[in-house]
């Protein structure tokens, strides 16, 4: 709604003649208000005031005494206030209590207060089926928007409540105020409920976007809704708990009957297993025996181990006693041998000890020669240190003589005259030159820079020379036709359509020019009607492939500052199946598509297909008569057609119904695009002109070059010379400030030189005493030499005793030897004997030993026996003559008898005892769902008897009103219920009759046309009017679609229903409405003016002015 449309005050409208009606604005009079507004957010404003609104009586032509408008239903919407909410600035809704009919063009914002009304009672913006955000109800360019709702208090000593709901854009976020306080959307809510507000039941509150989804319900879904809306919330929940009931009867029927099946199974497997399992437990009496007869093996193995070792026990005890007799008779033999052996090792000992103290003495003695070695090479240092000293005085001496002779040289020097050198004239004369040189230098560049601009200009021109003569011969070549027809229908299409052409390799995949270059029409006479099915832009329209180059296009387009038009095309299109085949054209006297008839690039016929539709774009040359043209529209599948000299325009609104058609013809204009036009002389004349005027400007430009460069040439000539003068200046300067440097750091080095003179000689003259301390340091080092010498000589001394001890030992340890082997081969003999003693000995205790383990295991394993075995008698007394073999022997006979007993199963009685464990489990199972059944069944009928007849009687009453509704048009129908025993699939059956030769049928989408169907629905839903339990019921555009006599008739019974007293508030909003319906005192029109030709001034758009002057004029006439 525009800003400057205006609206009237309550009371100007009360005090009008007809009150019925309200126009509503975004500039209100706040003059002529009687309520205070809210304007300005509640948390620093006043509140505004909740009073009862007090309204006068309006009047009708038709009625004959005033009705009640100011008695509201508890929860009735009072007023509603907007402030840049969608498309309102600031508007103020003061509906009446019964029905209210919001009528105004298409655009003006009578959707946008459905919208008000479901953000501002605290709803989702998906009931509305319009945006994605809260933030998208705000007007446009506006930071937040207001929606303000006041309703009626159940109390009428009470203030009506008022909502107040801030939308901020940016953040998308939601603020609520109540009766002026701040709170959170839980409040609204609960307020909303306490009213039973049901703006989330399609039954109470269809916005336009909510028609279709409404028309969509399912019988089902329409059962539930219907519940919300009329009956007491008891039921619905009683509906909920039956359906759950019936669900978990269900579940656990089929449970139980599942258990059922799998019972017999199983006990059909018990019976068929017994004979199994009694082979088997034969089967394992036998394995037990076996099992018993292998446990006594060990026992008998034990009593034979443990005989075999006491008899080889008692063996080894004899031998002992052998041994021990044969080693005490050869006792003397062995001990002499033995005092032998120790007299060696005694030996052994001594030599290893002397051996030891020789090698110390050779150790040390290497030791005392290194160290005299270490001595020899400190006396040669200490002479080669005396000979340098030496050496060192020598070259001293020469170095003072010649120190003095240059000190003596300096001074001389020193004596003669200065040199004279001012550095400042020297700097002036090179400075002067410096600055001619920069002089010349700036004139230079200035000169260069003018003949590079002249160059420049020369080559532009010459550029252009060479572009002009192109296109002048392009003009006779039939691609610079094409890009001359471009030229001429869009500069800014051809430079973009020449800057790809010359950048190609930039984009990933071809960029193909505009249709009206790259394409034609294949048959001339086509092309009118071909032409006329695009728009103009589509002949401009450049065609990409990829979205990377769509990007690149559109970045260098808008830097180039051209406004082009570019797509995107995928290839599809081309091989999409024809909305009508071959025979049905020719039917229609239709000949093709509009795509058949063009030929270009793929990527190109693409895009046109996608954006202009061509594929779906009938063309004939001959026309098409009425009949083929209604049969075309009742279809609905053509939507554009070019046929003989005329192209017709089909648009179809879905939402609405197969009803809502609207068709524009206009004539096919001769072709401008596609046809060949002769060539455009003046264009030839216009370039040549251009070639002639180049080469004039180019032959002053060369006139005006030559000077410039002669001038240049001079100018860099003379900064050459002035470069040789200022090197040869600075050469001479440094020569002469060398000579004068030298000669003013003369004192100093005279200062130098004599230092070093007189360091020298206070070396010279350190010379004695350094000598002297050599020669101390050279005769120490001999006296130390000397000393060593003869330590070393006393330690070769013993060396040589050390080793005369060391022979006396070794010589008696030969000795103790030979005597050894001498005892030990007397004795030879005997010692055999002795250790054949001892190795039988060791045999008799390694196989006593061994039979002592075998026994030890055997009796392990008899232990292990005993513990698990419950034949443990059996096994302790066994016959003492019982063998092993004779063991094997009974256990081979009883395994032959278990080849004569096959079980096929061998885990058949364990499977016997599980299975059974199942079947006592399951029938425990089924005894315990069947009690659960039956109280389920219970629990259903109990509740079933209180619901049932409640929703009969409910929809005997909606079916009631229904009937009459439609006995009221000459039709006839009723609304019943579809029982069955889930109670999910209960739902609403309505039946209908439009005619009189018909019975009743179920309203669907197949048998009622679609005008048919939307009276269905409006007079379902007046039916719930008198029974609805919300304070006010919403529908948005529901007559959209219907034949007139049937809007009519609908109005008729709408206005009838809707204006009864104690029924709830009804909105009605429709764009338009037909003359001479029906009218009643009680409800209340409001009409919404907007557009961008609305009044300045608010009293220009008075209703009730407006509406006495026609009563005037119609009195008149």
């Known amino acids: 709604m525009p800003q400057n449309s205006n609206r009237r005050s309550k009371q100007d409208l009360e005090d009008g003649s007809d009150g019925d009606l309200e126009s509503q604005g975004s500039t209100p009079d706040s003059r002529s208000r009687k309520r205070m507004r809210t304007d300005s957010p509640p948390p620093t404003n006043t509140p505004p005031s909740s009073r009862q609104p007090q309204r006068d009586a309006s009047e009708d032509d038709d009625d004959e005494g005033p009705v009640d408008l100011t008695t509201f239903k508890p929860g009735a919407i009072v007023r509603v206030r ?21 009528i105004g063009p298409n655009g003006t914002g009578k959707s946008s207060l459905v919208c008000a009304i479901c953000l501002g009672l605290g709803f989702h913006y998906n009931q509305l089926g319009r945006a994605t955000a809260f933030g998208d109800y705000v007007k446009h360019g506006r930071p937040e928007a207001e929606v303000e709702i006041e309703l009626q208090s159940a109390d009428p000593s009470e203030p009506n409540p008022i909502v107040l709901l801030r939308i901020e854009r940016n953040r998308d976020n939601r603020f609520w105020w109540l009766n002026g306080k701040k709170c959170g959307l839980k409040n609204i809510q609960a307020l909303v409920r306490g009213f039973n507000i049901q703006v989330d039941n399609l039954c109470q509150f269809l916005p336009q976007e909510k028609v279709a989804e409404f028309a969509g319900l399912s019988p089902v879904d329409l059962l539930l809704q219907t519940q919300r809306a009329a009956a007491p919330p008891e039921m619905i929940d009683q509906h909920e708990e039956l359906k759950k009931l019936r669900g978990s009867e269900k579940l656990v029927y089929q449970a139980n009957e599942t258990d059922k099946e799998q019972l017999v199974i199983l006990e059909a497997r018990q019976e068929s297993s017994r004979a199994e399992k009694e082979r088997l437990e034969e089967r394992d009496q036998v394995v037990e025996k076996v099992a018993l007869l292998r446990d006594a093996i060990p026992f008998v193995e034990y009593r034979l181990a443990r005989a075999e070792h006491r008899e080889f026990k008692a063996q080894k005890d004899d031998a002992q006693r052998r041994l021990r007799k044969l080693q005490s008779e050869m006792q003397p033999s062995l001990q002499a041998c033995e005092n032998k052996k120790t007299y060696r090792d005694q030996v052994t000992t001594a030599v290893k000890a002397r051996k030891t103290a020789v090698e110390l003495a050779e150790k040390e003695s290497q030791t005392l020669i290194k160290t005299i070695e270490a001595l020899d090479e400190k006396i040669q240092i200490h002479n080669q240190a005396v000979d340098a000293q030496l050496d060192s005085h020598r070259k001293r001496r020469q170095a003072v003589q010649q120190k003095q002779q240059k000190i003596k040289d300096l001074e001389l020097r020193q004596k003669k005259d200065a040199i004279e050198f001012n550095a400042a004239e020297w700097n002036e004369r090179t400075r002067a030159r410096d600055r001619q040189k920069r002089e010349n230098d700036t004139e230079i560049d200035e000169l260069a820079a003018k003949h590079i601009e002249l160059k420049d200009r020369g080559r532009d021109l010459r550029n252009d020379e060479a572009q002009a003569k ?93 406004k082009v038009s570019f797509r995107k095309t995928n290839g599809s299109g081309l091989d999409q199946q024809p ?61 554009k057609i070019a046929a003989g000299g005329t192209i017709y325009q089909i648009t179809r609104r879905r939402e609405y119904g197969p009803q809502a058609v609207s068709t524009s013809t206009r004539p096919i204009l001769p072709p401008s695009h596609w046809v060949d036009q002769p060539m455009d002389d003046s264009r030839r004349v216009e370039i040549q002109a251009r070639i002639d005027s180049i080469n004039d400007e180019f032959a002053k430009l060369k006139a005006e070059a030559g000077p410039t460069g002669d001038k240049i040439r001079d100018l860099r000539a003379a900064n050459d010379r002035l470069t040789r003068e200022i090197a040869e200046i600075r050469e001479e300067k440094a020569k002469l400030q060398k000579a004068f440097n030298q000669h003013a750091a003369l004192p100093d080095q005279i200062k130098r030189e004599t230092e070093e003179l007189q360091e020298m000689q206070r070396r010279g003259r350190e010379f004695v005493g350094d000598l002297a301390r050599i020669n101390m340091r050279h005769d120490e080092d001999v006296c130390r030499r000397a000393r060593t010498a003869l330590v070393h000589k006393s330690c070769v001394s013993r060396i040589r005793i050390c080793h005369q001890d060391l022979l006396k030992a070794e010589i008696r340890l030969i000795e103790a030897n030979s005597d050894i082997e001498a005892l030990e081969e007397r004795d030879k003999d005997i010692r055999t004997h002795l250790e054949n003693e001892k190795q039988q000995v060791e045999e008799l205790t390694r196989q006593g030993r061994l039979f002592k383990r075998r026994a030890e295991e055997t009796l392990a394993r008899c232990m292990e026996i005993q513990q698990r075995s419950d034949n443990l008698e059996y096994l302790m007394n066994l016959d003492e003559a019982m063998t092993v073999d004779q063991l094997e022997a009974e256990i081979q006979a009883e395994e032959a008898k278990l080849d004569f007993i096959q079980a096929n199963n061998p885990n058949a009685a364990r499977d016997f005892g599980r299975r059974q464990m199942d079947v006592d489990k399951m029938m425990e199972r089924i005894a315990k769902a069947e009690e659960s059944l039956e109280k389920t069944a219970k629990r259903i009928t109990r509740l079933r008897e209180k619901w049932e007849p409640a929703l009969d009687q409910l929809i005997a009453q909606i079916s009631d009103a229904f009937s009459f509704n439609f006995e009221q048009i000459g039709c006839a129908g009723e609304v019943g219920i579809h029982k069955e025993d889930d109670f999910e699939n209960w739902a609403i059956e309505i039946k209908v009759k439009f005619r009189e030769n018909e019975t009743l049928q179920i309203l669907d989408s197949h048998r009622q046309s679609g005008g048919e169907r939307s009276v269905s629905t409006i007079f379902y839903l007046m039916s719930l009017q008198s029974l609805a339990r919300a304070p006010f019921r919403v529908v948005d555009e529901i007559n959209q679609g219907m034949d007139p006599r049937n809007e009519r008739m609908v109005h008729e019974r709408m206005v009838e229903i809707a204006c009864k007293e104690h029924t709830s508030q009804y909105f009605l909003i429709t764009p338009k409405l037909l003359t001479g319906l029906k009218y009643d005192q009680r409800m209340k029109v409001l009409c919404i003016a907007s557009g961008e030709h609305m009044p300045s001034s608010y009293e220009q758009m008075d209703v009730s002015k407006i509406i006495k002057a026609r009563r005037a004029i119609m009195a008149a006439v």
Not at 82 to 102: C, H, Q, R, W
Not at 471 to 489: F, Y
Not at 541 to 553: F, P, R
Not at 609 to 633: G, H, K, M, P, Y
Request: negative net charge; hydrophobic residues 40%.
């Open 82 to 102: 907007l402030a840049d909410f969608v498309t309102y600035e600031k508007a103020e809704f003061l509906p009446g209590p019964s029905l209210n009919m919001i």
């Open 470 to 562: 192109h296109d002048l011969e392009a003009l006779s070549t039939e691609a610079g036709k094409q890009m001359n027809k471009l030229l001429r229908a869009s500069p800014d299409t051809h430079k973009a359509w020449e800057w790809i052409q010359e950048n190609r390799d930039q984009f990933e995949k071809e960029v193909y020019g505009p249709p009206l270059i790259t394409c034609s029409v294949k048959d001339p006479r086509y092309t009118a009607m071909v032409e006329s099915v695009l728009k103009k832009d589509d002949f401009l329209v450049l065609t990409a492939q990829t979205d990377n180059d769509v990007e690149k296009l559109n970045r260098k387009l808008f830097n180039m500052k051209l």
């Open 579 to 639: 909305l009508l085949n071959d025979h049905n054209l020719q039917r229609l006297n239709l000949e093709g598509w509009a795509l058949d008839f063009i030929e270009g690039p793929s990527p190109v016929l693409s895009m046109l297909c996608a954006s202009a539709r061509i594929n779906q774009a009938a063309v004939s040359l001959r026309d098409i008569t009425d009949d083929q043209f209604n049969e075309i529209n009742t279809s609905g599948i053509l939507g």
